[in-house]
């Protein structure tokens, strides 16, 4: 998981800082909420080290011990019954890597590493790591609905680099695999790197921009990391409006068609106005909602359903009044991923047999998206039949 106490240069701000350096200090003015996502994810951190803690670390903890603060820990508001069966996907991850070296790893369970060498007062505290011979693994659990690759990723490298830091004096670490288990939302990913690129890319990258950071200084620069690394300053920005609203100028061309060209370029430039946007309206109603006012905005009381107040009493009335109780009920299956959270681990074969993954429907990717390009077979193609082609206007 990501860091308990919060570095100014943490591992998972890596990618806001790096490519958006003075972010780090404007983060710091703003300050920043803890989300119900967030406290979810810490809750299921905390169940995936409690669980790794009996079986590698303290492996003489009774049962009653497990038991109870298992239980204290499910207890906590935010607990569902699925979050059991994902945490325990991310354990057999671990363990499966753990007991696939001839002698025992050494393991280290949320352990914080300091990289204050590359970035000032940089850590962070990684969810597990493993080192066998030569090869150093970090284990990163994500709880989110949102996949995230593990390919060249700096938060794992960041973890990493710690690792290196802190063990490359008693071990001879070569390379490094960076896992990501995401049970939630795909199967794990991982990414391996020889030590000497990570060490390369703390020089030449990690260095310089943290230097950056540190000071406030360097170039604001908007990216996926505005959204994905959930930027505090999102809805303030005045960088991000100044790129976005840019669009908006250029945009008063003369009447008639734009080119494809000049379509796919609209995209490219325009592909996080939306985003900003939402981050820009969810800036405002927070301020109205601590009674700030914002020139020409107002809160008002949004759509509301109508609910039965009390369902029982409500079914009863009706049942009494001569309708079939079953009527009311309805018998809906459960998301595959819930099914795969209330099921025992020893009982998921059972189900493997039955899931299928069908081709996804197409997405629109920029050119330099490293997936291949969709290729799609209509009726008429597969039958022979020549495709009309339509010019550009
Ligand atoms: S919103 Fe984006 S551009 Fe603005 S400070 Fe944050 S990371 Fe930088």
Redesign the pocket.
Known sequence: MGEKKHALLSPSGAA?WI??P??AR??EQLGEEESDAAREGTLAHDICELKLRKLFIEKGMSDATYKRRLNKLKKHELYQKEMDGHTDTYVDYVSSIAYSFPTTPYMAVEKEFSYDAYAKEGFGTSDCLLIAGTHMHVFDFKYGHTPVSADHNPQMMLYALGAVCTYGFIYPVQEVTMHIIQPRVTAPARCTIPVSELLEWADKVVKPMAALAWEGKGD????F??DK?Y????GC????AE?NLQLEKEAQLPVGAFSYTELGDILVRGRFVAA?IK?VEAQVTRLLQQGKQVPGWKLVEGQSKRQISDFDKAIEALVAAGYQEDLFYINKPLPMGEIEGVIDKKDKPILEPFIIKPPGAPVLAEESDKRPVYVSVTPEEAFGEKKEEKNEP
């Open positions: 806001k490519n958006c003075p972010s404007l983060e604001f620069k908007q990216g990391w505005c690394c930027c505090s300053a999102n920005c005045k960088h991000r790129e900003w981050k």
